[in-house]
């Protein structure tokens, strides 16, 4: 027997639950045989469905050749999955089962509910990109109609709401449906109820009262193709997702607050001028290393972040497209104050995200609708995480491209300012022209959107490097005013901080934007190795450096505190690894033209560089 899973990955599995190496054509073929009405197609049909896009002739043949694959590879079996005719193909049930079982079988209504539910979460055929359009219709077509299945079994399930565990069976449910179809009236006051009504209506007016962003149309009354692509509705509707929380250690308040946020995911879920990702979803997004990436392809505007910790649960709302921390506050996580800390994060959050969305709106819309610009500047940012010169020129070219695509968006330029600083940074070498394209970069970023924080930030930063430290913290104070919890921002301050003499202010304010961004970018721990050199904390300083996941860029500030305590071995391994980096360094050329507002800074520099070797 074997087994066809359609829902993850499209796949063919063998009893023991050993996958068999099946053309992917073939795999579509199954699935396509197996939802319809009839287990026999004809070879025509099949030849259109899986190659539309080419000529019937041609078409006719790639079959051919796709059945002639298909009897080699089940030529050791007693019984064939397949029955080839010389006009049609027929599937043999007897031989094949498949997770589609699911929605036919019976069972009581929650069961049923739970199953098709467990099933659909998982997303139909979601490993495979459609070959051609008609393949595409079709899986679009079967996921239709299982959402249709799964609103009906949700119905179905209502009158055994009252039993133990139902009432989580079903409001997982309505959020999947909710998640596909936010203007699902019927499901959103089903699940409303099932909650116990919510506090939030009394403080906060419902999506009837808001104005809702209308997708705008041409003179001609059409669509554009852009907007359409990002979301058919007729309302475009910001996306929030609240990821589950995260702890260091195997915490066991750690199941409490993963129920807290469920349960505020489906109090915001009374909202209407929003729609909330699902807890599934959330999950997956939550696991995924690659999460810049699946929030771009989801559309989504908005994050909640949250982890546990011994204080409490720490919760901060950030806005995607420009990484901006709008919202962070920490909750007490002790049982006997829960169901009062539950309403009150339910209604902190709520009110935030409501009044975030009515200033972020026209912003939020000019992201979404230019999708190509954005999706560029998404690669670009995501590169920027390494402080490597390959990542930060490939980051170049795409903040460049996505500047073709729209030539005002704003985010792109300061992406670009920070390509030429890191740039400035990476190779040491004293190149101003790399910074006055920062600084123009940076000044076309405030020209086109003066409230952001991130045009005030790259500039603060190219005013550093300029040797201007006073102008430096200036821009970075307004940009921290701007934005009072965006990470980033509090980051480059401290960073300003240490070169303007007051490293002690810098760790304190680079402490704080690592409590924002507690899984932090290497940049982050390089700053406050600085910060801790600058102290004579040399410890604390090498343990920065030994946190960071690439130490390319803090070889040389390793060194030196490895060499100002002593550690000539773990002192002359770290020079090594910077002039391997950077063969040509020079410790008066580079002295000569890093920023320091007081001499003493230089002079502890320089001793710490001359003991390691440099």
């Known amino acids: 027997m074997l087994h066809l899973q359609t829902f993850g990955d499209l796949r063919l599995i063998e009893t023991n639950g050993d996958p068999v190496r099946y053309p992917i054509k073939g795999l579509l073929m199954m699935a396509h045989i197996y939802a319809g009405a009839s287990q026999e197609l004809s070879r025509y049909e099949l030849a259109q469905f899986l190659w539309n896009d080419v000529e019937a002739d041609l078409a006719r043949l790639n079959l051919r050749k796709l059945l002639s694959r298909i009897r080699e590879t089940d030529g050791g079996r007693a019984e064939m999955p397949f029955d080839f005719t010389a006009t049609t193909v027929r599937l043999n049930t007897q031989v094949v089962s498949s997770d589609l079982d699911i929605f036919r079988a019976g069972g009581s209504p929650l069961e049923r509910l739970n199953a098709i539910a467990e099933l659909t979460q998982r997303g139909f055929i979601g ?80 999506g009837d009262d808001h104005a809702r962003v209308q997708v705008k149309r041409s003179e001609t009354g059409e669509t554009p193709a852009d907007i359409e692509r990002i979301s058919p509705m007729p309302l475009i509707l910001p996306r929030l997702v609240l990821l589950p929380p995260t702890s260091k250690h195997a915490d066991a308040g750690l199941a409490l607050a993963n129920a807290l946020i469920e349960d505020v995911t489906i109090e915001l879920c009374a909202l209407r001028n929003i729609s909330i990702v699902a807890p599934h979803t959330a999950g997956q997004i939550r696991r995924d290393s690659e999460k810049a990436a699946v929030v771009a392809r989801h559309s989504i505007a908005y994050l909640l972040d949250t982890r546990l910790s011994e204080e409490g649960l720490f919760a901060q709302l950030v806005y995607f497209p420009t990484d901006e921390i709008i919202w962070a506050n920490r909750f007490a996580m002790t049982p006997d104050i829960l169901p009062r800390q539950r309403r009150l994060i339910a209604q902190q959050l709520t009110m935030s995200v409501a009044r975030e969305l009515a200033e972020n709106e026209e912003e939020r819309l000019r992201f979404e609708a230019n999708p190509e610009a954005y999706h560029a500047y998404l690669v670009g940012s995501s ?9 930060i020129r490939r980051a170049r070219k795409a903040f460049k491209q996505s500047l073709s695509h729209k030539a005002d968006f704003s985010p792109s330029f300061t992406g670009l300012a920070r390509t030429f600083t890191s740039e400035w940074l990476v190779t040491a070498q004293g190149n101003n022209e790399l910074l006055h394209l920062a600084e123009q970069n940076a000044l076309r970023a405030i020209e086109r959107d003066p409230a952001s924080a991130a045009g005030h930030r790259e500039l603060g930063v190219t005013k550093l490097y300029l040797g201007d430290v006073d102008a430096s913290v200036a821009a970075l104070h307004l940009a921290e005013d701007l934005s009072p919890h965006f990470a980033d921002v509090i980051y480059s301050h401290a960073d300003t901080l240490v070169h303007a003499s007051r490293p002690g202010d810098a ?108």
């Open 507 to 614: 760790l304190a304010k680079i402490k704080k934007a690592i409590s924002l961004n507690p899984i932090a970018p290497d940049a982050y721990l390089w700053c406050a190795a600085g910060a801790s050199f600058f102290l004579e904390q040399y410890e604390e300083a090498i343990a920065y450096v030994e946190a960071m996941k690439d130490k390319a860029p803090a070889h040389r500030i390793a060194a030196a505190s490895c060499a100002m305590i002593g550690d000539r071995k773990r002192a002359l391994f770290h020079r090594q690894r910077a002039e391997s980096i950077n063969p040509v360094f020079d410790v008066e050329k580079w002295l000569a033209i890093v920023p320091f507002k007081e001499h003493w800074q230089k002079e502890l520099y320089r001793e710490g560089l001359l003991k390691a070797g440099f």
């Open 127 to 206: 490993n495979i990109k459609p070959a051609t359009k008609l393949i595409d219709a079709w899986i679009r077509a079967q996921r239709d109609a299982q959402a249709l299945q799964l609103r009906q079994a949700l119905l179905d399930a209502l009158p055994d709401a009252q039993k133990p565990g139902a009432a989580r069976t079903i409001s997982s449910a309505a959020l999947q449906i909710l998640e596909r179809d936010p203007n699902d009236e019927q499901v959103r006051a089903l699940l409303h109820r099932l909650s116990g009504g919510s506090s939030l209506n009394e403080r906060l007016p419902n």
């Open 383 to 391: 590169l920027m995480s390494k402080l490597t010169l390959p990542h």
